[in-house]
């Protein structure tokens, strides 16, 4: 009767303290990422471009971790969206030919997202269990995007000849919707980095009268790569 009590008693001693050990000591992770992005050829406005650009993606997060295989969080970020067409022939009033000029398709002078994010976490614990030294993750986001543009035209000339070179879309509002894949490695019980691929969908509308409204709508995907810092509270 002894030697059961005993061995009960231990078996909920090793339970609790191995419950104890699951879960995460610091629930708070905050973060910073930068890097780089690049879009897809928008689709649905007048005016797409036939090149990409790679744009600075900087971004500050939050998670707070339900478990040791789950987190809730949101992300605030900012990259540029930018297309060109190097193909644009000018043709001047007595068909001589001035030659190829690129001109820019300027979506987002700046783009700036809110978005709420859910993540599913392979932890990397220690020998022992007793310190997370790195997350694998993977999960979803989807919120709302602001795009920050004045809607100008900008002209130049060649050989007296004026051409468009750069049009600004007009200032939008849409949403974005995502999927994130990561690795974050820690240095410290406290301090780690981090890194990360987030393709997203952005969806926007703006007010833009000129070309019979023709660019008011447009849909592209963006691809941000980032490197960033993680700090658990």
């Known amino acids: 009767m002894r030697l059961s009590l005993l061995v009960s008693c231990a078996l909920l001693t090793c339970g609790t303290l191995s419950a104890q050990t699951f879960q995460p000591e610091h629930r708070v992770i905050l973060g910073i990422n930068g890097g780089i992005s690049t879009t897809s050829i928008p689709k649905f406005s007048k005016y797409t471009g036939t ?31 930018k297309t060109y067409d190097r193909s644009w022939h000018l043709i001047g009033p007595e068909n001589q030919s001035f030659g190829d000029q690129k001109v820019t398709y300027n979506f987002a002078t700046a783009a700036f ?3 709420p994010q859910f993540n599913v976490i392979f932890p990397i614990f220690s020998e022992y269990r007793y310190f997370n030294k790195a997350n694998i993750y993977a999960g979803g986001s989807f919120g ?20 468009t070179s750069q049009v600004n879309m007009g200032p939008g509002t849409g949403f974005i ?23 997203k969908y952005a969806n926007v509308k703006t007010v833009d009268p000129r070309y019979g ?21």
């Open 113 to 115: 997202n809110i978005t």
């Open 51 to 81: 090149t990409t650009a790679f744009a600075p993606d900087v971004s500050v997060r939050a998670h707070y971790t339900l478990s040791d295989h789950f987190e809730i969080g949101i992300d605030v970020g900012g990259t540029s969206w």
């Open 213 to 233: 409204k023709g660019n008011e709508h447009y849909m592209l995907f963006y691809f941000p790569l980032t490197v960033g810092l993680r700090f658990r509270l």
């Open 144 to 163: 709302a995007v602001f795009t920050i543009n004045d809607g100008g035209i900008i002209h130049k000339s060649v050989s007296g000849l004026e051409y």
């Open 177 to 199: 919707a995502g999927v994130q894949v990561g690795y974050t490695h820690y240095l410290s019980d406290l301090f780690g980095f981090n890194v990360e691929f987030a393709p």
